[in-house]
Each structure stands twice: as C-alpha cells, then as structure tokens.
C-alpha cells in the first residue's frame, strides 16, 4: 500500500508541476502585444462592469459578449483596482496581464479535465501526456496568452458539459451548456447534437428537467443584466452578433479564403450565394456526425462528434473568424488518446492554426488587411480541407479503432 500510495503522490506531483509551468510561461507571455482591439474592449467593458453595475453594462458601453464573460470582466476589474491602480488606469501592462489572465486559468482548467477524463477510460499513461499535449499546445497558449483572446472559457464548459453528456448526467450538462452559450455564441452549435443524443439515450423525464436545470441557469445569470429591459434583447443580440459580419471569412483560413477575406456572403454562386452554400455544407456534415454518433452505443463518440463539427463549421461556414477552430482542441486531446490517427490531426492544425492567429496578429499590427490571393493563405487552406477530409474518413471507421480499455 505505501509503494502504491507514493507511486500516487508522484503521478500527483508531475499534474500539479506541468500545470504550474505552463500557467507561469503563460503569465510571461501575457505581457507581450496581443489583438489591441480584442483587449482595449476588454478593458473597457472590465472597467464600465465595475463602475456602472451589470443592470447598465449594456447600456453604458459597447459591447457584443453575451453577459457571462462580463461577470469574470467586473472580477477582474475589482482585483485590478483594489490591488493594482485605485484611479483604473486601463493602460498599465498590469493590467493586460491581468485581463488575460482568465483565458489561462481556463486553459489549464481544460487541461486538467482532458486528463481526468482521459484517466477514466485509458489510464494515467495515456492521460498525462494528452494533457501535456494540450496544457503546451503553441497555439492554445497563442491565443490566450499573446492575443489575449477568451475562447478557452467557453470551451471548458462546452468540455465540461460533454463529460457529463458521457456520463449521462444531463441536468449538469445542459447548465454547462447554458453557461458555454452565455460566454460565446458559437457554442450553440453543439446544441442541436446535445437535443439529438438526449432524445436517443434519455427518458421525457430526464429531457424534461433537463431542459428546465438548462433555462433556469440561463436566466438566472443573464437576468441581471436585463432588469431594465429583457431578456429577449439578449436573443435578438445574439442574431445581431450574428448578421454583424456578412462576408465570406473573417480571416479564417478555410474553404472561403478562397475568394478572398471579408467579401460579401451574399454573393452568388452557382445559382446559390456562399452563405447558402456554407449552411448546405455544414447541414449535411452535421447530419452525418449526428446520424452517426446516434447509432453508436458507446457515449465516448461525443467528444470525436463535438471536435469534428468544430472543424467542419470552421472549415465550411461563412462569417468564421479566425479563432474559431479552438474548441476543437480540447475534445480532440480526448479522442487522440483512443484514436492514434488523430495524433495526425492534433499536430498538423496546431500548426495551421497557429500560423493562421499568428499572419493575422501580423497583419493587424501593420494595420493592414490580408490581400486575395495570398500564397500562404491559399496553401495552409488547401492543408486545412486535406486534414478535415482525412478526419472525415478517420470519423467513418472509429468505431472499429477507439480502444477499449
């Protein structure tokens, strides 16, 4: 019992000490220049949440965040001006540092998770290293900590709600959900999976309450921001948010980066116009995963569902940013660890990906956009459709290769 007992002490050591680095190289991080624009709203909307309250937030300043990231913004602000700068000064390195520093707390939150849930179905030697992959991963630490951008707070409730999917739990992950949609939008897209495997594996009681845990959580946290007015100003922001940017990719290296960067998605093509045509694509893709992992009876499915309909919206929607392949990351650190062959995927769109955030970041400190036609744009695109067709077939025959420990 004392060798087994230390042996634990010693798996417990190496978690906390990778963890611990990687929050403090992200720390060092954090001080370089990121997305100027993404943190000086940052700032603001930190700085306004503390001054004006959340009843007024919305009122007092611009903003295009659901309201569950204001609520970290107004903590983030408390610490800053009770321990950092009493007047607010919003333009210390301090206070940058700070204003990232939720994005790496959740990324080493997310860490943690891919390894407990690694550790429940493969052992701690495939866990620690799935977790090493993506507490390390250049192009999460990129985003977070040098951009400055807050997809990983999204993306651990998205994580968190897919572990209770598994574990059919569905109370806690429809909060999870409810929580993941008031961070970022594009969490919704998971939603309609969630409903479908619900509806196959779940009795109307369970989906009942279910959906009840899921709407009451929403309200709850959004509600305070909405006294004044309500709560289907937040529904209609929500399609606002959506029709605000009507091109084809907003920087996003995927199929659309072919015609060119932030054309207009109303322009046709082949009898269509692309956003049509990026609403067939997807439609069909995610009928496929969701036919597919409907069928199968072994609830591990929904991370490899949930991380190839990521890359499919990123690859295949118009109006993409960017930064909206992220989410992918953290279930696909799950299913790599079952799958061999998506250790091929992991590594090659960490690296697309990266030099996507890093060109644009680029370009936006020259401000400058990115012209048609641009020789790496056209070439890690072409990369990009590779992988997600290769991931596609991978996908098809998983089945017969998730291992079963």
């Given amino acids: 019992m004392g060798v087994g007992f230390k042996h634990i002490k010693k798996q417990h050591l190496a978690i906390a000490v990778a963890l ?14 990121g997305h ?55 333009y210390t390195n301090a206070f940058t540092i700070l204003i990232k520093s939720p994005a790496n707390v959740m990324d080493i939150a997310s860490a943690l998770l891919v390894f407990l849930i690694v550790k429940k ?18 192009a999460i630490i990129y985003n977070s900590a040098i951009w400055g951008q807050v997809d990983s707070v999204n993306t651990f409730f998205i994580l968190l709600a897919l572990m209770f ?42 989906i009942v309450r279910a959906s009840i845990v899921s709407i009451a959580v929403f309200i709850m946290l959004a509600l305070p921001f909405y006294l004044k007015t309500s709560l289907f100003e937040l529904i209609k922001n929500y399609g606002t948010a959506y029709n605000e940017y009507s091109f084809t990719s907003l920087n996003a290296f995927n199929l659309w980066a ?19 045509w990026g609403y067939i694509l997807f439609g069909v893709l995610f009928a496929y995963v969701a036919y597919r992992t409907a069928k199968n009876r072994d609830n591990r499915s929904i991370y490899l569902a949930s991380a190839v309909l990521f890359f499919g919206f990123f690859m295949l929607f118009t109006r993409i940013h960017e930064r909206y392949l992220f989410p992918m990351f953290a279930p696909l650190a799950i299913i790599m660890s079952l799958d061999r062959r998506f250790i091929v995927v992991f590594c090659i769109m960490t690296t697309t990906f990266l030099f996507n955030l890093g060109y644009v970041l680029e370009f936006s400190h020259m401000n400058m956009l ?9 070439l890690t695109s072409v990369i990009n459709l590779g992988v997600l067709i290769y991931t596609l077939h991978c996908f098809s025959t998983s089945k017969e290769k998730i291992v079963n420990i």
Avoid: C
């Fill in 121 to 138: 179905h493969a052992g701690f030697k495939l866990a620690f290293p799935a977790m090493l992959f993506y507490a390390f991963n250049p």
């Fill in 36 to 90: 100027a624009l993404d943190i000086m709203h940052f700032k603001d909307w930190s700085r306004a949440a503390y001054y004006n309250g959340f009843q007024d937030f919305y009122s007092s300043v611009w903003a295009d965040y659901p309201p569950f990231y204001i609520y970290i913004l107004w903590f983030v602000g408390a610490i800053y001006k009770l321990f950092f700068s009493y007047p607010f000064d919003i």
């Fill in 370 to 378: 990115i012209p048609d036609g641009d020789p790496y744009v056209m």
């Fill in 20 to 33: 611990l680095v990687s929050f403090i190289l992200r720390v060092y991080l954090s001080q370089f220049e």
């Fill in 258 to 276: 072919f015609p060119g960067f932030w054309k207009p998605d109303s322009t046709p093509f082949l009898f269509l116009s692309y956003r049509i």
């Fill in 165 to 206: 999917m598994e574990s059919e739990k569905p109370e806690l992950a429809g909060a999870s959900m409810a929580i993941a949609i008031l961070t970022k939008p594009q969490s919704l897209l998971l939603l309609p999976l969630i409903i479908v495997l619900l509806l196959k594996s779940q009795k109307p009681f369970r």
